[in-house]
């Protein structure tokens, strides 16, 4: 979603480079096998459609989100694209095969009303593709310790939810549905880590403000030494009806 606080086209895209393949595994295996050929699908929140693109190739995408800025990026990429609100889609019951979402829920201010939503307009999958919990986040060396606190207060002062991923399980139960509730996986090499660090940085920065500003040497530091290492949970729910 573009809301004000919300994340960024840049973040957006590494975010779908780290767990596109994760997505389409999902997909491909749990998914797909119990859908009709070419399945209908509504990105909920879709953004600029970052999420959407990558899973363009399985899925017929009808992309949805409150940012009319967002809505037109999508369509200048040929995609359809309507202008809504997660809370109350503009749809009939049953209106697609599958409803899904990436990075969204953590932005509403009613996780609970936009789920309800997107059971009452799927036939038959509900994918909660991708919800960060930072209360989980590990930044290494221990001087970076701190970085996850800044980046909780940060997000929080955002209207964000950053502990989203670990609440999935209490969402889905609040709306009366079971859900598989899974962890994306990961790989980092040294090249990959460097590469990403200047990003990983900004996005701090962005998020927690001049809290961060202390950490920096200790970052670069850890980086040139090659100890530099960090993560943050990612976590999916799987809802078949």
Same mark, same amino acid.
């Given at each position: 979603m573009n809301a004000p606080g919300a994340t960024g086209e840049g973040q957006l895209k590494r975010q779908s480079d780290w767990l596109?393949?994760?997505w389409r595994w999902l997909l491909d295996t749990?998914? @797909?096998p119990s859908l009709p050929p070419r399945p209908s699908a509504l990105d909920v929140g879709s953004g600029p459609g970052i999420a959407a693109a990558s899973l363009s190739g399985r899925l017929d995408v009808t992309c949805l989100d409150i940012d009319p800025q967002a809505v037109a990026r999508c369509r200048r990429q040929g995609m359809q =694209?309507? $202008? #809504?609100? =997660?809370h109350v889609l503009p749809f $009939?019951? $049953?209106s697609f095969d599958l409803t899904y979402c990436s990075f969204t829920l953590l932005w509403l201010h009613?996780?609970?009303r936009a789920l309800r939503e997107m059971l009452r307009t799927s036939r038959h999958a509900v994918l909660l593709l991708a919800e960060p919990d930072h209360g989980g986040r590990i930044d290494h060396p221990e001087a970076l310790g701190p970085i $996850? #606190? @800044?980046v909780i207060d940060g997000l929080r002062a955002e209207g964000a939810d950053p502990l989203m991923g670990r609440k999935l399980r209490a969402l889905c139960?609040?709306?009366g549905v079971d859900a598989e509730i899974g962890i994306h996986p990961g790989s980092w090499d040294r090249g990959r880590a460097i590469s990403e660090a200047d990003d990983e940085w900004k996005w701090i920065e962005s998020t927690a403000g001049e #809290?961060? =500003?202390p950490l920096r040497d200790s970052w670069s530091a850890a980086l040139a030494a090659g100890s530099l290492f960090t993560h943050s949970p990612v976590f999916y729910a799987l809802i078949m009806k």
């Open positions: 596109a393949e994760h749990k998914v @797909l =694209a309507v $202008r #809504g609100d =997660a $009939r019951d $049953r009613g996780p609970e $996850r #606190g @800044l139960s609040s709306c #809290g961060a =500003a």
